[in-house]
Nanobody, 114 residues
């Protein structure tokens, strides 16, 4: 089992920045992909960004150029630096990791006011 704990969400004005962190624990050996998804009220959960253990990165088009994902393999932690935030970025953000199967964190709320 893999446990994921997110932190760093909150309320920010449009144009501001937030940094999310997600620490993995438990059976962490062999975790390959880590990343972030988000879900706004009334919408489906969507990909934000993912990063492999080797550092290959994928971003949703809506966040390219504004968000940066990074990973510290020694700390089993993945980060999401979010700049130039927009009201449409408001959502619950979920950490995701793959070790044989997918694991989810409990989510952290990001609210961007206009």
């Amino acid at each position: 089992q893999v446990q994921l704990v997110e932190s760093g969400g909150g309320l920010v004005q449009a144009g501001g920045s937030l940094r999310l962190s997600c620490a993995a624990s438990g059976s962490i050996f062999g975790i390959n992909v880590m990343g972030w998804y988000r879900q706004a009220p009334g919408k489906q959960r969507e990909l934000v960004a993912t990063i492999t253990r080797e550092g290959s990165i994928n971003y949703a088009d809506s966040v390219k150029g504004r968000f940066t994902i990074s990973r510290d393999n020694a700390k089993n932690t993945v980060y999401l630096q979010m700049n130039s935030l927009k009201p449409e970025d408001t959502a619950e953000y979920y950490c995701y990791a793959v070790r044989g199967r997918g694991y989810w964190g409990q989510g952290t709320q990001v609210t961007v006011s206009s």
